[in-house]
């Protein structure tokens, strides 16, 4: 069997899971079964296989299960965000078919994605714009304490996750120039090896000027992203562990500086030490979200309360689980399907991250090598940030969980990273008298 065909046949148990689960939603919500779910899923289908098909005409060797995996994620985030409230899904339906408009049109004008190399710098600087678009005062947003959203007229979006995209494609460019001379040049201080100040200086002006406007607009959890992606690649380039322990422990400096000094990361932390602590769980931005959210997993149990069962709302409509369809999404599968639910969503996620290293593995060039394990570190570490936080593996920040967080910003970006990758894949995987 073909790639393709793999690819086509995969997409249909997606299919049937988004149908599956609308069809479980309205025989609780009115005892029977509605042909709604069937319309529902036949229309999923439909959106994917126009999808599949500009695969198959233009990338023909692209990896045959990223796609599928990705529709299973969004076709669970569409049915947790129904159960949640209809008019948020059918809007996140809505953004889900500009996504794939995105990622058709980023496949189809972006063949050649070797060209991002040439603009390296180009790439950056609008990465860093998008960064501090937020603290522009008349378009900026706040929320939660947090600068993420811009909003022009009825449009509103957060431009940190694009800023992502590309300072991951930067950062492959740039290593892909320096990386022997960052080995060559290496030495030793302390015991520990240090890249040479002369080629690693101009990285670390930009990275750090990455990290310090995503202090400045307080989104914690998108630079503990960049600051991951960074290391991620810098070891795939170089191969020195010691690079990375070194970097960690700037690091460690720099949570310790900063929960000292800003008020803003220190509540955090806090509040992840001790979130039922009655002084935090009762004050404005205190640790109510957090709290809300352990008991709403450990009320799920091994199995989960069942599909639609958990209390999201009070009575009156007051939320009893903050944010249930952003931030705390996960703790709602939790409550709901059980700890063997969410790992079943973990394992996707795992997949995802494997079939996204194994590309990087197979490329063929220094960049799309670099490019492909970066987007892939990204995308693996906005995972574990969001669940480490529902967690309270490390203290929780406002990052989305991919393809199943309600967020028209996070679809959309993602989107673009799917494209990147089956890209790098399909010129990777082409057979050598046609590359």
Request: glycine letters at 10%.
């Amino acid at each position: 069997m073909t790639a393709r065909n793999r690819e086509l046949l995969a997409l249909v148990p997606a299919s049937l899971l988004l149908t599956a689960g609308f069809a479980a939603i309205f025989i609780q919500q009115s005892a029977q079964q509605s042909d709604l779910s069937l319309t529902y899923g036949a229309g999923f289908l439909a959106l994917c296989l126009c999808a599949h098909l500009v695969i198959r005409f233009t990338l023909p060797h692209a990896d045959p299960y990223l796609f599928p995996l990705v529709a299973v994620l969004a076709c669970f985030g569409l049915v947790v965000i129904y159960r949640l409230d209809d008019e948020l899904a059918r809007e996140q339906a809505q953004w889900f078919v500009v996504g794939l408009v995105l990622f058709a049109a980023t496949i189809v004008f972006l063949r050649d994605f070797r060209v991002l190399e040439r603009y390296r710098y180009t790439v950056a600087a609008a990465g860093l714009l998008l960064l501090l678009l937020p603290r522009v005062p008349g378009i900026g947003q706040q929320v939660n304490g947090a600068y993420l959203g811009v909003g022009i007229g009825p449009l509103s979006f957060q431009p940190a996750e694009f800023g992502k995209l590309a300072i991951v494609v930067f950062l492959a460019a740039y290593l892909r120039d320096t990386r022997q001379l960052l080995v060559q040049g290496a030495h030793r201080f302390l015991g520990m090896t240090f890249p040479p100040l002369k080629y690693f200086g101009p990285l670390l002006v930009v990275w750090g000027g990455a990290m310090v406007m995503l202090v400045f607009i307080r989104d914690l959890g998108s630079s503990l992203m960049f600051f991951g992606g960074f290391l991620a690649l810098l070891y795939v380039a170089t191969s020195r562990l010691s690079f990375v322990v070194a970097g960690v422990g700037l690091f460690g400096l720099g949570a310790w500086f900063f929960a000292s000094t800003v008020g803003h990361v220190q509540s955090r932390i806090d509040t992840w030490r001790d979130p039922f602590d009655p002084q935090l769980y009762d004050q404005e931005g205190g640790s109510y979200q957090i709290a809300q959210s352990l008991f709403a997993q450990a009320d799920g149990g091994l199995f989960g309360t069942g599909f639609g069962q958990a209390l999201i709302a009070q009575p009156d409509g007051a939320p009893i689980l903050p944010a249930p369809q952003t931030d705390l999404i996960y703790a709602v599968i939790v409550n709901e399907l059980g700890l063997a639910g969410a790992c079943g969503l973990l394992l996707v996620y795992l997949f995802v991250a494997e079939r996204g290293f194994k590309i990087a593995m197979l490329a063929l060039d220094s960049f799309s090598k670099l490019l492909a394990a970066g987007l892939t570190a990204v995308f693996a570490l906005q995972v574990f940030v969001i669940v480490g936080g529902v967690t309270k593996v490390i203290p929780l920040t406002g990052v989305t969980l991919p393809f199943v967080s309600y967020g028209g910003s996070s679809i959309l970006a993602n989107f673009v990273l799917l494209a990147l990758l089956l890209l790098v894949s399909d010129r990777a995987r082409r057979p050598a008298r046609a590359a």
